[in-house]
């Protein structure tokens, strides 16, 4: 049996949480129905400043950890 690759092991893991997280927005988007649910649209911007919050500090994650394997040099 083939060892998994950090690589292999990241895209097995990467697709299947990209997968449900874009299964968890479309979820959130049948909440805009009113004719089942009532909201204003203080609602509506709270529930995507959270998200967005969260989707810049995950970004960042990536932002830093390309950054520190640079490494510093006066050439």
């Known amino acids: ?3 998994e690759t950090k690589r292999d092991k990241f895209i097995r893991l990467a697709e299947a949480r990209t997968n449900k997280i874009i299964g968890m927005i479309r979820l959130l988007g049948n909440c805009a129905n009113t004719r ?34 640079k490494k510093f040099s006066l050439k």
């Open 1 to 3: 049996m083939k060892k």
């Open 36 to 69: 089942i649910y009532e909201y204003n649209k203080e609602d509506v911007r709270k529930i995507f400043a959270a998200i967005e919050e969260e989707l810049k500090a995950a970004k960042a994650k990536y932002d830093i950890a390309d950054t520190e394997e």
